[in-house]
């Protein structure tokens, strides 16, 4: 006998058990129609890898294969609860810029959004979420030393009043270390690069170019915590700076992650130079290259237009071109002058052009041309 009710299908076998089959809605995996586990616990379907996650928190969730032979009582529990209403109950007061991870992301996210959401309860009672959402947030975090590489001890103050991230060398200090604006505030976590489960790199323009801060915290609700609150700060600033875009328009712009990052060979304007491996990361339009990937400063940044304003990749590099390099070249050609670039692989090559690729089909943004013109007037 079968039975059907929100979205958990039961299979009943002869005897007083009985056997759940695959349901649809997942928390993290929404493109994956059959998730393999549930939690028994909590009456929610979830994918495998969310299932090692819930595993984590065994007093909140206990975990089952819907292959598994389940009671009756486990089936009326999934059968009343299921995904949808789970979610109406855990995730009835997510604000709006909280960060809703994907099964892309890093453990740190997806592990912290599901302890928020089952655990600590942060969706149900707002006054939980007021260390993310408070307007002003201050602690110590471990930041990278910028000449030695030494992990340090720092003091930092966010203050959406103040309009900026702040950054003290010393505890008793009066004057801080660095100011970074909320206005060109980003935050990404990048636990490999750095070296750590909970590291995060935090960029900010000064004068127009990239700074690059690395951090991180052994609290990894503290550190995900930090994360919200500049998510948090951005949208508050682009609530009053775009004063008639919806949540919607302005969720997308408080964090990006990088579209690409890699080793690639770079040779000089000349194209003349030897090649040189250097670090890149592409962050939106801006490509920029460093000598190790945990450099505070790029050695150079490229803008990258659109091919309305004459941008384009090619595969390859041009016969004329000198020196030793990797076998796999990239042409950007800009308005000025073309960039010579060269991959290990030809897998890498193609991921690179693809993503240059993507920024060259989407239309410059009024603002965009201002980017570009500071670029052509850099010295």
């Known amino acids: 006998m079968q039975s059907e009710r929100q979205g958990a299908r039961v299979i009943r076998d002869s005897g007083s058990s009985a056997r759940i089959a695959r349901s649809p809605p997942l928390q993290l995996r929404p493109e994956v129609t059959e998730p393999d586990w549930a939690s028994l616990t909590l009456g929610v379907f979830v994918c495998q890898a969310c299932s090692l996650l819930h595993r984590s928190i065994p007093h909140i969730s206990q975990v089952k294969?819907?292959?598994?032979?389940?009671?009756?009582?486990?089936?009326?529990?999934?059968?009343?609860?299921?995904?949808?209403?789970?979610?109406?109950?855990?995730?009835?007061?997510?604000?709006?810029?909280?960060?809703?991870?994907t099964h892309t992301d890093c453990k740190l996210l997806r592990e912290q959004w599901i302890r928020a959401k089952y655990e600590r309860n942060e969706f149900e009672f707002i006054e939980k979420q007021e260390p993310y959402s408070a307007g002003y947030r201050e602690g110590f975090l471990w930041k990278r030393g910028r000449d030695n590489g030494q992990f340090l001890s720092r003091k930092f103050a966010l203050s959406e009043r103040d309009g900026a991230l702040k950054y003290f060398n010393k505890q008793d200090a009066r004057d801080p270390k660095a100011v970074m604006k909320i206005e060109t505030l980003n935050a990404t976590f990048q636990p490999a690069k750095i070296g750590n489960p909970c590291g995060l790199q935090i960029t900010y323009l000064?004068?127009?170019?990239?700074?690059?801060?690395?951090?991180?915290?052994s609290d990894a609700k503290e550190m995900v915590d930090w994360f919200n609150a500049i998510r948090a700060a951005r949208f508050h600033y682009l609530q009053v700076a775009f004063p008639g875009a919806s949540d919607e328009e302005l969720v997308p712009k408080l964090t990006r992650s990088f579209m690409k990052e890699g080793f690639m060979e770079k040779t000089g304007p000349k194209h003349t130079e030897g090649f040189k491996k250097r670090w890149f990361t592409m962050d939106d339009r801006r490509l920029m290259y460093f000598k190790d990937p945990l450099d505070a400063y790029a050695r150079g940044e490229v803008f990258i237009g659109s091919k309305e304003n004459s941008y384009t990749v090619l595969a390859g590099?041009?016969?004329?071109t000198?020196?030793?390099?990797?076998?796999?070249?990239i042409t950007i050609v800009t308005p000025d002058r073309k960039f010579l670039f060269a991959c290990e692989t030809e897998a890498e090559q193609r991921d690179w052009i693809a993503a240059f690729q993507r920024v060259i089909n989407r239309p410059m943004r009024p603002q965009e041309y201002a980017v570009e013109a500071h670029f052509k007037h850099k010295p």
């Open 65 to 101: 294969s819907v292959q598994d032979t389940w009671e009756d009582s486990e089936v009326e529990l999934m059968a009343a609860m299921g995904n949808g209403a789970a979610k109406a109950k855990y995730e009835q007061k997510v604000p709006a810029f909280y960060y809703r991870p």
């Open 322 to 329: 000198q020196g030793y390099h990797w076998n796999h070249g």
């Open 206 to 217: 000064k004068d127009n170019s990239t700074r690059n801060i690395f951090v991180y915290h």
């Open 317 to 320: 590099l041009p016969p004329s």
